[in-house]
C-alpha cells in the first residue's frame, strides 16, 4: 500500500518566520502535487513536480521533488497570515490493470501563522 | 478560468433519505472523482469515473453510488444516509499529471 506521511501535522507560527514542510514515503511516485485547502473550501493545486531533483519556486514558496521521487519538501519564506490552511501532498500513482491514474493523499499540515 | 461547481454548500438531511449530491465541470476533462474529507482520515476516494457512463469503484465505495450521464456532470448518490456518512464531499476533475480541480465541497450533516 503507497502512503505519504507528512509532518509537521500542525504547525503555528508568527508573521516573518520560514517554515518547511516535509511529505515522505517508501514508494516512487510518477508526479507529485502540492495542494492549499482553506476552511470550508476545496484544495486548489499549488505545484506539480514531476522530475527527481527538481526545484519550483511560486513566490515565496519553494518546492522540492526528492532525487528517488520518494519524497517532497515545501518552504515558506517569509510566512504570512494568507499562508494559513492546510497543506496537502499528493503523489500520482497507476491503478488497477489499465491506464487508470490516482491520487495517494497525505493526511496534510495545518499551518497557522500569525500575525 | 477553470471552474468545478457543486449543487449545494450545506446540506442537512436525515437517517434513511436518498441523496443526491452534483459537481460540474466546465473544462472538458474526461475523468471526475468524488471524495469524502473527515478529520484525521484526509481524503479518501468514493468513486471516479473516466468517460461517460464509465465508473470505478474507490477506497470507500460502500453505501455509495454514482451517475455520469453527461461528460459534465458527477453525480453521488446516498441511497439511504446514515449518519456515519457526515462529511465534507469534494468533487473534483482531472486535468494531465494527475492534477485534479476541485470544487468548493459540500458539508453534508445526516441527522
Redesign the interface.
Known sequence: TQLLEQSPQFLSIQEGENLTVYCNSSSVFSSLQWYRQEPGEGPVLLVTVVTGGEVKKLKRLTFQFGDARKDSSLHITAAQPGDTGLYLCAGGARWGAGNNRKLIWGLGTSLAVNP | DVK?TQSS?YLVKRTGEKVFLECVQDMDHENMFWYRQDP????R?IY?S?DVKMK?K?DIPEGYSVSREKKERFSLILESASTNQTSMY?C?SRFD?????????T?LTVL
Open positions: 468545478v454548500r484525521g482520515l484526509g481524503l476516494l471516479f473516466y470505478e474507490g469534494l473534483a499529471y494527475n492534477e485534479q480541480f476541485f470544487g468548493p465541497g458539508r
